[in-house]
């Protein structure tokens, strides 16, 4: 028997061994809150890029993609459920927002505000990406420790060469998007910062990169995660 634990459930004498497949799904499963999850954080989200980018009007894309958020909020307490998504829209809102009301105090156009909310999206996939890649290079995959925090064993995962493999490969999975946004975006909003773009013409390109590589991106990332782990190849326990 290998270091990585038996996740049988206590009492059941019918449990099989569990697939490490099968257990990263349910865990992403948590950590994204289903359809309902994903909907309450991209929602706002969607809603606060196109006002603001079609209006430039900063406190009405505020008013309503907040009142959006607030909303599945409410909805959240009254039904006694987590409140994590919600909050994670209104905080990254909340950022964006922050960035493009510096940028206004600052004396910048319409133009210039819009761009600037778009860098914080830009350093968070740099950064994310980064560190993806860094525990991939270090062989401790994020995914990893997922299959850990069920197990009970954090670095258990990583004496099973194919569940460190496993990993490894759905990590670069949730890389690719991030790494492509930043290919794909940060140029434009360095060449309008510097001056050679139209700061006009790169808030529309920005504006439809951010909508077309959102979330359309990170569902198409999810898809290639379901279909890896669709095949329940690696179990979580052998037998020794």
């Known amino acids: 028997m290998n ?11 019918h449990a099989t061994t569990e ?10 499963s948590t950590a994204l809150g289903g359809r ?13 890029t196109v006002i603001f980018l079609t209006t430039r ?7 309503i993609s907040l009142g959006a958020a607030l909303v599945a909020l409410l909805a959240r307490v009254v039904q006694r459920q987590t409140v994590q998504f919600a909050v994670n829209a209104l905080f990254g809102i909340g950022i964006g927002a922050a960035f493009a009301w510096r940028a ?10 819009a761009l600037a909310y778009f860098l914080p999206g830009l350093l ?6 980064a560190a993806l890649i860094l525990s991939i290079v270090t062989r401790w995959p994020l995914v990893g420790f997922m299959v850990g925090s069920v197990t009970g064993d954090p670095t258990g995962w990583r004496d099973d060469v194919r569940v460190r493999r496993l990993c490894s490969q759905l990590t670069w999975v949730l890389v690719a998007p991030c790494v492509l946004r930043v290919v794909v975006q940060a140029p434009v909003y360095l060449l309008a910062s510097h001056g050679p773009l139209d700061s006009g013409v790169a808030v529309g390109i920005l504006g439809a990169c951010k909508l077309v590589m959102g979330w359309p991106l990170q569902l198409a990332s999810l898809a290639l995660m379901v279909w890896l782990l669709g095949r329940n190849r690696t179990p979580v326990a052998a037998e020794g």
């Open 104 to 113: 206004a105090r600052g004396g910048g156009s319409a133009d210039d505000q």
């Open 124 to 129: 968070y996939n740099a950064g994310y990406a």
């Open 36 to 48: 309902r999850g994903m909907v309450e954080a991209a929602v706002p989200t969607i809603l606060f």
């Open 57 to 63: 009007e900063l406190p009405l894309a505020l008013g």
């Open 3 to 13: 270091d990585i634990a038996d996740l049988r459930g206590a009492g059941d004498h």
């Open 19 to 28: 697939t490490v497949e099968a257990v990263v799904r349910r865990q992403l």
